[in-house]
Every structure is written in structure tokens, then in C-alpha cells.
């Protein structure tokens, strides 16, 4: 799987993201050019692209620009960006791209919709309705496609700091929209002066890329300029291009910390409200410690979402002095569920479904040990009759 890191130390905005993913894709000219040409399909005019190469402290960086000839312009809405990339869709963009860019202003919309109280379709974008705004999310989607990008990922995001002009006035940054666009991100507050990461920044990270840190085989990379020139740090987007595995069901958290001062009872009672707390599994396994001392590592699998309230819970709930976490995905087979009729009762069935097409039934615990105890009969002598029937029905519907 093909993907992209974006390393947004010193945020990003739409035109870094066009730039560094330009960079990253070798012979910029050649590729400003196709670029040019699938912009075409657009209905809008007036505008220019220009691509260059900077230094940005000691690095070297592509500075993309779209030079607009009428810098004022009317605001647009939603129902008029999403008709013109539907327009340019029908001349000629492709459908990806055209996919890519409509997710972009969508999740924007949503975010203006829900910080103004009002539709959707009503919504008006100012500074990302301009040209440059629509040229920048429709470049940043051709270039993800064009680069055979299949997946997103981004690291921790600098807040910025102040305040920002717009066209509803005076805004903290981040923006009230950017804050919304980037719930479920990581991201350090106070870090760095102005508007780190802009409306349009923060709504290409919601539509395309989710907050891990893959491991992946590089292959390449880019850097793209933003405008200012920042005291602390070079205000440059790298983009890292990369090989991964294929793309699991799931994104999960593990969250792990090693203990050797819990009794077993305290333990069990601390994974017990660990499980009523979201986790999705919680698992206690032996190891051995430093100065040959016997502990028990506690590890739980969380939601993305799940991190600061479960990593809260282990820290309150055990003697731990810190946890640990990382990502991590994993593969899911299909499943469903059924309900088999058996002489001790309903009993449910979960059905696994192999990457061959073979299905793996297991009934239901709880089930089981429920019919059981009810009638007095060995749990094995259930569970044989509870598969038994999952096989006559199984066999009934192949018939």
C-alpha cells in the first residue's frame, strides 16, 4: 500500500501541501504542467500557477502559488464549489479527484455549518471560496492521485498561538472551524506563533489522513514552503512517501504498562473497569523485571477516541507510575451472528468467515454455560449440540 506521512511540525497549509507533494513527485515542471492541464476542467478562471524553489533556513523547499488576477472576490457557498467541481468532473477531471476534493469542502462545510448554526448547503466559504482556496484542495487531490496514494497519515499538528483576521472578524487561532476540523488529531497547544494550521490544512488531514505514525519502507519525500518566515523553526511541509502493509480493518491503540506491586485480585478488578470503560480487550501476562523481579504487564486495545480516557484509567486504577501506548492495525475476519434452536434452547452463534470463504461457528459463552446450568447437563454436551445445529441449518440453506 502506497502512502503518505504527512510531517507537519510546522503546519499546513494548502498550498505547502501542493508543493511538498509536487516535490515529492519529481520533475516538478513536467508535473506543474499535467497539473495546469487537469485544472483546466475547472470552470473558473483568472489565475495562474507558479512553482519555484526556496531555501527556507537551510532547507530547500518548492514554493507552489496560484497568482489570482482580481484578488477580490465574491464569497462562495457550498452548493456553488461542490457545482463546480461537479462541472469539472463532467469536463474531464477524474472521478478520483474529483472524489478527493468534494470530501475536502465537505468536511469543511460541516465544521462552518456546526460553528455558525446553520445548513449545510448554506454555508459560505470567504478565504476558502476564493480561487486560490479551490485551486489549492483541487491541486492537493490530483496530486495525491496522481502519486498513487492509497492511504494518509499525519503526526502531532502545532496549534499556533494569537489571532488570526477573517472575514468574520478577529479569531483565536486555531480558528473555531480548524479546533472542530481537528478533533481525534494529536496536537500541541501554544506551539508556535500565528495560524500554523489553516481552515484548508486542517480540512485536507480530516478528509484524507488519520493521526498514527505507521511504520513503512520510504521511498521518497518533498517539502513544500509556506509564505511567512517563522522565528523557531522553518515553516516547511514534508511529505514522506512510503510503502505499508495493506490496510487492515482496524486502527487500533495499544495501551501497556508493567507492574510488580498489584495483587491478582486488584488487578482483575483494575481490567474489569478498564472493560467497562470502552476497552475493546484487556489482557494480564507475566514477565520478568528488573533486578530478576516477577511483574505483570497490563495491556489494553482502545479506539483511536479511547486513548486519554482509558490511559487516564489504568494511571487511577493501578500502581503504575506511566503508561506507554502506540498504534497499530490489525487484520479482522468477517463476522456475523446467528441464533440456533437446540433441546436446552436458543442458543447464539458467532460465525468467522476465512479468507477462503470457509466459515469458523463458536457459540456464544454466556449462552452455553446459561443452558448448561439451566438443565443440569455438561457444558461440552451444549456446545456439541448448539454446532450441530448451526451444520443442519448450514447444510438445510446449501440444499
Known amino acids: 500500500m502506497k502512502i503518505v506521512y504527512f510531517d507537519a511540525t510546522s503546519g499546513i497549509s494548502g498550498d505547502m501541501a501542493v508543493g511538498a507533494l ?18 483546466e476542467s475547472l470552470p473558473v478562471g483568472g489565475y495562474r500557477l507558479a512553482a519555484e524553489r526556496v531555501e527556507v533556513g537551510t532547507i530547500g523547499a518548492l514554493s507552489f502559488r496560484v497568482h489570482v488576477d482580481d484578488e ?12 463546480l467541481i461537479e462541472e469539472g468532473n463532467r469536463a474531464g477531471l477524474s472521478d478520483a479527484v474529483a472524489g478527493h476534493a468534494l470530501a475536502i469542502f465537505a468536511v469543511l ?32 487531490a490530483w496530486c495525491l492521485d496522481e502519486l498513487g496514494v492509497e492511504s494518509c497519515f499525519v503526526g502531532p499538528l502545532p496549534l499556533g498561538s494569537g489571532h488570526v483576521k477573517s472575514a468574520h472578524g ?43 505514525r505507521p511504520s513503512f519502507t520510504l521511498l521518497g519525500s518533498g517539502v513544500g514552503a509556506g509564505t511567512r518566515r517563522l522565528a523557531d523553526r522553518p515553516n516547511v511541509l514534508r511529505v514522506l512517501i512510503g510503502d505499508a502493509d495493506e490496510v487492515c480493518d482496524e486502527e487500533i491503540i495499544v495501551i ?35 533486578k530478576g523481579r516477577l511483574g505483570m504487564r497490563l495491556t489494553v486495545l482502545a479506539d483511536l477516541d479511547g486513548l486519554e480516557g482509558l490511559a ?23 463476522r456475523r451472528s446467528e441464533i440456533v434452536d437446540t433441546e436446552f434452547g436458543p442458543i447464539a452463534v458467532k460465525i468467522a ?25 455438561p ?11 448451526f451444520a443442519t441449518g448450514t447444510a438445510a440453506r446449501r440444499s
Open 22 to 39: 509536487l516535490d515529492a513527485g519529481g520533475a516538478v515542471e513536467e508535473g506543474l504542467d499535467r497539473l495546469a492541464t487537469a485544472l
Open 312 to 334: 487516564s484509567c489504568v494511571l487511577a486504577e493501578t500502581t503504575t507510575l506511566g503508561v506507554r501506548y502506540r498504534s497499530m492495525r490489525r487484520a479482522v475476519l468477517p
Open 379 to 389: 457444558f461440552a454436551e451444549v456446545r456439541a449440540a448448539a454446532l450441530a445445529a
Open 72 to 83: 477580490k472576490q465574491a464569497a462562495r457557498d457550498w452548493r456553488e464549489i461542490r457545482t
Open 170 to 212: 478577529r479569531l483565536p487561532v486555531p480558528a473555531p472551524a480548524t479546533a472542530l476540523l481537528l478533533e481525534g488529531f494529536e496536537v500541541i497547544a501554544g506551539d508556535g506563533e500565528g495560524e500554523l494550521v489553516t481552515p484548508t490544512g486542517a480540512a485536507i488531514l480530516a478528509a484524507t489522513a488519520k493521526p498514527l
Open 353 to 377: 468467515v476465512k479468507p477462503d470463504g470457509s466459515e469458523s461457528p463458536e457459540p456464544e459463552f454466556e449462552d452455553v454455560a446459561r443452558a448448561a446450568s439451566s438443565h443440569g447437563r
Open 109 to 140: 462545510a460541516r465544521a462552518e455549518a456546526k460553528v455558525h448554526g446553520v445548513d449545510e448547503d448554506r454555508v459560505t466559504f470567504h478565504e476558502v471560496g476564493a480561487i486560490d482556496s479551490i485551486i489549492d484542495i483541487v491541486a492537493t
Open 256 to 290: 501497556e504498562a508493567d507492574i510488580d506491586d498489584m495483587t491478582p485480585e486488584a488487578l482483575a478488578y483494575a481490567a474489569e473497569r478498564l472493560r467497562a470503560a470502552g476497552a475493546r480487550d484487556v489482557t494480564v501476562a507475566p514477565l520478568q523485571m528488573k
